[in-house]
């Protein structure tokens, strides 16, 4: 029994890769703490070490662990619902990974002939914790900084919550340049603000247009439960820059988002696209949800190497089920959105506006075949991919030289257009 300690192993390697994918690309490059990878990683260490030292029994009663019997799929998936939302996240990161580990160890070995579904349980609600709610429990346990609010006039829209129907507030800051052009732009996964100083902000204010720093849904001020990576954040993306219209008339639009914030413009070409609009520039943006929550996946189990991810029930084999309980027992019945969407592809396949997909090439957090995909499949003859050569999704393509190929790229695909 003692052999299966390190199976929760993978509920650190998960939030870790979220926590990752959570960093730069529009304004995030600050919102958490560095220090939170560290973090992780000696917990991890600690964590293994106690449960080495001490003993699996010991610990066991320590804690007070007693085994689930597994009845269901369902049944067992509201037992590790009920263990994070009984959680206390003052405990730390700490005592939580040990307590899962623990858990898992007793369940496992009361269950041997549901080792898998017990590790698509904790997989599914893992995912659906770190990548769903915006009070996420792991999330709240790790060391964050957020900047603070721009000194700059704020904007604010009402939406409806498509989960709850119930009115959000949305939140945005305004830039006023006295141009004739907007960028309205959208931050990226748990973007909980923005850095006004961090270069890709200061790439786009010296372009001189005026520039509308949208937040999402359950992101900074803004209201909401959910993060729905941009399900829904697409249309409370088109909702701000009918806003922007509606205050001024003949402005010229361009959508701009990276990451999550791309994925969400290139939604939002679902959506009816007023006239004013005359491009949108997305940077490392993916193709689909269960497309990158895959290739997380399948990132985690290649970090951990082949036995480790068997032991971690993190296989090929789990990994459709995981996904089929996150979306069938939790995002469908709580947030009445699935899994299973191309909304990125589906709307550059269905607006011929002019696109710039821009990517670096050493993004391992979504992978530049996203670029290259949806650039081969979007419609209109204005659309330019660019490939930042060694650019990576920490936001290196806006510092330095690669900073100064990312500006030129943008620079041109706006002159291209004659916006000016």
């Known amino acids: 029994m003692c052999k299966k300690i390190k199976q929760p192993i993978i509920i650190i390697v998960l939030g870790l890769i979220f926590f990752l994918g959570s960093q730069k690309v529009v304004q995030a490059d600050t919102i958490y703490s560095k220090n939170g990878i560290q973090e992780i990683s000696t917990v991890m260490k600690s964590v293994q070490e106690v449960i080495k030292e001490e003993g699996f029994s010991k610990l066991k009663e320590k804690y007070n662990i007693t085994a689930n019997k597994y009845s269901s799929q369902n049944d067992y998936l509201n037992k590790v619902e009920n263990f994070y939302k009984q959680y206390d996240p003052n405990n730390g990161l700490f005592l939580f990974l040990l307590e899962v580990t623990l858990q898992k160890i007793c369940d496992k070995y009361e269950n041997p002939d549901q080792v898998n579904t017990i590790d698509q349980a904790w997989n599914a609600y893992l995912f659906y914790d770190t990548g769903f709610l915006r009070d996420s429990l792991l999330f709240q346990m790790l060391s964050m900084n957020v900047p603070p609010e721009p000194s700059l006039p704020k904007r604010e829209i009402k939406v409806i919550d498509q989960s709850t129907g119930e009115n959000l507030n949305l939140n945005a800051y305004y830039l006023d340049q006295n141009s004739d052009t907007t960028i309205v732009t959208t931050g990226g996964f748990r973007s909980n603000g923005w850095d006004m100083s961090s270069p890709e902000i200061q790439m786009l204010v010296s372009f001189g247009y005026n520039v509308l720093f949208t937040e ?205």
Request: aromatic letters at 8%; charged letters at 15%; hydrophobic letters at 35%.
């Open 216 to 420: 999402p849904r359950s992101a900074g001020i803004s209201d909401g439960k959910y993060i729905t990576l941009g399900y829904y954040e697409k249309d409370d993306f088109a909702a701000w820059v009918k806003n922007e219209i509606s205050l001024k008339p003949n402005q010229n639009i361009y959508y701009y988002g990276g990451s999550m914030g791309g994925a969400t413009v290139m939604g939002a070409l679902n959506n009816e696209i007023p006239s004013n609009v005359k491009g949108m520039i997305e940077v490392a943006g993916y193709t689909s949800v269960d497309g990158e929550l895959t290739h997380v996946y399948n990132l985690a189990a290649e970090k951990l190497g082949v036995t480790l991810s068997n032991m971690m029930g993190l296989t090929e084999e789990n990994r459709q089920a995981t996904f089929d309980l996150l979306d069938t027992q939790l995002l469908q019945p709580n947030i009445h959105m699935t899994l299973y969407s191309n909304l990125p592809l589906s709307g550059v396949q269905s607006s011929a506006i002019p696109k710039l997909f821009l990517h670096g090439d050493a993004d391992n957090i979504v992978p530049l075949s996203n670029a290259q995909s949806l650039y081969g499949q979007a419609i209109g003859s204005q659309n330019t991919l660019k490939i930042i050569p060694g650019g990576t999704h920490e936001g290196n393509i806006f510092i330095g030289d690669l900073g100064i190929e990312t500006h030129q790229a943008i620079e041109r695909f706006f002159n291209s257009l004659s916006v000016n």
